[in-house]
């Protein structure tokens, strides 16, 4: 054998290596899913990564992954770190074919990953830790089965040897094949050729690491059975929700205009937009959800799911808007909510001078800071139970989420929230607010251009130009259309049952042949006009007008 078949010897077995590396790291994520899924952790070791990664995006990358993968951010952000840790696996792999110290190195690194994300989760226990352990475990026991595999064993070397009467056996003879091969396991007297190692015994590698694959498979579907196990799924489908003690009026003829194209005024709950930290979906049981109000009161409440319930319930269409929605975005949604009035809840609990703030707090431990005014200035603030008549959605916070109107998601609609404090915004700063966005958020007065979409080529003639407008607890008093930055067109309202949901808009158009710009711009009927300034949607919500580009044929 020649060096360079030892050379290509070795990246075979680097080769080798490296499989073994993901094999091990498919198997640990199996296992550490299986674990999770057996000891009701939050989730597998990849979860709590994720989070803590959400956890330190800034709001510029947050937007961009938004904007870009919509409702596929999570999923991409998942599939990212499982592309990554394939590859430190891979290379972990290769570098415990030359030394399994390297191997078990790497595998450190992992298990320190993972054990400081799923200990820095504000929900964390001692059971968050089992996943990231059991999976380090495992990764290290595939290793130790796998590598030795994957090394070349060495032959018996058979090396001459002089024989002199007078002094005995000399020495043996260091051919130039065994001083320039040493530790390769291919040294031998004089001729390589005799010497050469056999390769790696890849039969039994391929049946080790095919027993591996399996492991991780079967691993990885059970403990997916055994987290929709814990599903809230049964019970959030079952539950009956009591009638409103107070009901929103029936919706106005006109409410909606039935284009094409346009947002229908109720937004489904299948079509809702989500836009959250929970890389999974929290599994919260009504009959063990609880809702605690501390803090700067004078009597501290726990309320129950069922206290809850027998509670008047309200029901109001509001409309929902994520502060990431960028100028003529879909994070957008309007829904009939029912629910208590946490105005009536605060009441009770009697706030104290100088509170200004409710840091509401989701069991998954995200945090929202809403102002106290806000919520008791009369408007329907509510502990929300329902949504278009059903319970819940659990990706929309079943059995409890905050609903209130006027307000940027992030300090008005916590998801899954399970306690409430009292407190200032001084003394206390929310999850986003902490990350350099707005402590108070109020929704700007903003529209969107529906139809025509500017993807396909309309037909010269009359043409319906439709959207939609919003200014919560504020609502829209006019909206208006250009073409070509050429003067303001008023197009006609659709009816609206109240001040908190957006409202439909049309103007009939005159298409001319070529290509055209519209822009539309809102007023509210405090009488102020959205305004053109173009800005980012941190720290408080994107302005600009919305604009589409239309060839018209």
Aim: hydrophobic residues 45%; aromatic residues 6%; charged residues 15%.
């Amino acid at each position: 054998m020649t060096l360079s078949g030892v050379g290509r010897l070795d990246a075979r077995s680097a080769g080798l290596g490296a499989v073994a590396g993901v094999l091990a790291a498919g198997v640990a994520l199996g296992v550490g899913q299986f674990v999770a899924g057996l000891t009701g952790a939050s989730g597998s070791p990849v979860v709590a990564v994720g989070e803590l990664q959400i956890d330190f995006t800034p709001p510029w990358l947050k937007n961009f992954a938004i904007t870009e993968f919509g409702a596929d951010d999570k999923l991409v952000l998942v599939t990212g770190i499982v592309v990554v840790l394939g590859a430190f696996a891979a290379l972990v792999g290769a570098a415990a074919t030359r030394r399994m110290a390297y191997g078990m190195a790497g595998i450190a690194v992992f298990a320190a990953v993972g054990l400081t994300a799923a200990a820095t989760r504000p929900d964390a226990t001692v059971a968050s830790l089992l996943p990231t352990l059991a999976a380090t475990a495992a990764a290290v026991a595939v290793l130790h089965v796998l590598i030795p595999l994957a090394r070349p064993p060495a032959r018996p070397v058979a090396r001459a040897v002089s024989y002199d009467p007078v002094t005995g056996p000399a020495e043996p003879e260091t051919g130039p094949a065994e001083t320039g091969l040493a530790g390769t396991g291919l040294a031998g007297t004089g001729n390589p050729e005799l010497t050469a190692a056999e390769g790696p015994p890849r039969r039994s590698f391929l049946a080790a690491g095919a027993v591996a694959a399996g492991i991780g498979a079967g691993a990885g579907l059970a403990g997916r059975l055994l987290t929709e196990r814990g599903s809230v799924a049964r019970a959030q489908k079952s539950l009956r929700i009591p009638k409103p003690a107070v009901t929103t009026q029936a919706l106005p003829p006109g409410v909606d205009l039935n284009i094409p194209g346009l947002a229908p005024f109720i937004t489904p709950n299948a079509k809702f937009y989500r836009v959250d930290t929970a890389l999974v979906l929290p599994q919260v049981d009504p009959s063990a959800w609880q809702l605690r109000i501390h803090g700067m009161v004078n009597r501290e409440i726990t309320l129950t799911f069922d206290q809850l319930i027998k509670r008047p319930l309200i029901e109001d269409y509001i409309t929902l808007c994520c502060v990431s929605n960028p100028v003529d975005g879909p994070y957008i949604g309007n829904a009939k909510w029912l629910g208590a009035s946490l105005a009536a809840l605060l009441k009770e609990a009697g706030i104290r001078a100088g509170a200004d703030q409710l840091l509401c707090t989701s069991v998954d431990g995200f945090t929202s800071g809403t102002p106290v005014q806000t919520v008791m200035d009369g408007r329907d603030a509510l502990l929300a139970v329902a949504m278009n008549g059903q319970p819940l959605p659990i990706a929309h916070g079943f059995p409890a989420r905050m609903v209130v109107p006027g307000l940027y998601g992030y300090v008005s609609a916590t998801k899954w929230v399970t306690d409430i404090e009292v407190t200032t915004f001084a003394g206390n700063y929310a999850y986003w607010a902490q990350r350099g966005w707005s402590q108070r958020a109020p929704i700007k007065t903003e529209c969107r251009i529906d139809v025509p979409n500017g993807l396909q080529e309309i037909k010269a003639g009359r043409t319906a130009v439709a959207g939609v407008a919003w200014a919560q607890h504020k609502g829209i008093e006019a909206v208006e259309v250009r073409v070509d930055r050429g003067p303001w067109q008023e197009a006609r309202l659709a009816a609206v049952p109240g001040l908190d949901t957006w409202r439909q808009w049309v103007w009939e158009w005159d298409a001319t042949t070529g290509g055209h710009v519209l822009e539309a711009r809102a007023t509210d009927k405090t009488g102020y006009t959205q305004t053109s300034a173009l800005a980012p949607p941190e720290p408080n919500g994107a302005t600009g007008y919305p604009m589409v580009s239309v060839p018209v044929r």
